[in-house]
């Protein structure tokens, strides 16, 4: 099941009026998922998150990111999912032991995240100030609440379409998505066209479970819209954490508590949330980092 690579694809039709972008993100998806020991909802909800940021990124130019934080009533509370241009993704959900009933056959997301809350949309564009969106929850669905971004706070009337199939030994076996954006002048007779056909094709997870690509689901979405392949890339899990930065934010902590924590006479430990990756500090090493503040 996990025998294609992650990528993403993006097109736009030859008319220039519509420009879309799919992925699968299967690996990357259970790797995350893997690392935050998720249960299966929580698994879906962090894997459409990430896919998400994955194609949200590829919007943006090189060097620039973005990161999208969902903040709901249920028992999930919080999914923080960050997407580079270069197709590196990296999140974490805050409470991963989440497992909730199936709902119509499908895993329970809107429910594990809530309905009311709020998506923050946060894009480091190599500016003096990085830009942020705030809209409510839509329905908790992942990709409902981000068309609903990209319309309410961006102007771009968008189709996102994720998914992630998790089996009962908690291994995600698909996960992907679309995005499709509208551009102007707007075509109607397109638009229309697409909106007919999005809502009758099989789930993601069906698709990408059946053999289809990226490449496929763009071809049966776009059926009899001739457009043309900008670029495919990879996509991958990969968190920035490093030593030296774990260490430039204990330093931040300041001298007081700092001196406090050597004072414990005891090692410290500092957990990335986004890959659980554990960094060790000894009181002497604490010290150092004291004395650097000095």
């Known amino acids: ?32 998922c893997r690392r935050q020991d998720a249960y299966p909802t929580a698994a879906a909800a962090l894997g459409r998150a990430l896919t998400g940021a994955a194609l949200m990124g590829a919007l943006l130019k090189t060097g620039q990111r973005v990161a999208l934080k969902f903040e709901g009533n249920g028992p999930l509370k919080k999914i923080v999912a960050e997407g580079e241009s270069n197709g590196l993704v990296r999140g974490y959900v805050a409470v991963p032991q989440v497992d909730l009933p199936p709902k119509a056959g499908k895993l329970d997301v809107a429910s594990a995240l809530g309905k009311e809350g709020f998506l923050t949309v946060i894009k480091d564009l190599r500016m003096k100030e990085p830009y942020q969106g705030i809209v409510k929850l839509y329905s908790g669905e ?14 771009i009337p968008s189709a996102v379409g994720l998914g992630v199939f998790v089996e009962p030994d908690r291994t995600v076996s698909a996960a992907g998505g679309f995005l499709i954006q509208s551009l102007p002048p707007v075509n109607e007779e397109v638009i229309n066209r697409l909106m007919e056909r999005i809502p009758q094709l099989p ?3 069906e698709l990408l479970r059946g053999g289809k690509t990226p490449e496929d689901v763009l071809a049966l979405i776009f059926a009899g819209i001739p457009f043309i392949i900008l670029e495919k890339y990879a996509l991958a899990f990969r968190c920035s954490c490093s030593r030296e930065r774990v260490e430039a ?36 090493e604490l010290a150092r980092l004291v004395k650097e503040i000095q």
Do not use: W
């Open 1 to 32: 099941m996990l025998a294609v690579e992650d990528y993403l694809v993006r097109i736009i039709s030859k008319d220039y009026s519509v420009r879309a972008l799919a992925c699968v993100t299967t690996h990357l998806v259970n790797e995350a």
């Open 142 to 155: 992942i990709a409902e609440d981000l068309a609903y971004y990209l319309a309410e706070s961006e102007q």
């Open 249 to 284: 934010a204990l330093i931040s902590l300041g001298r007081k508590e700092l001196s406090s924590l050597m004072a414990q006479e005891e090692e410290t430990f500092v957990n990335c949330e986004f890959c659980r990756q554990q960094y060790v500090f000894s009181p002497e």
């Open 203 to 205: 789930p993601i997870t």
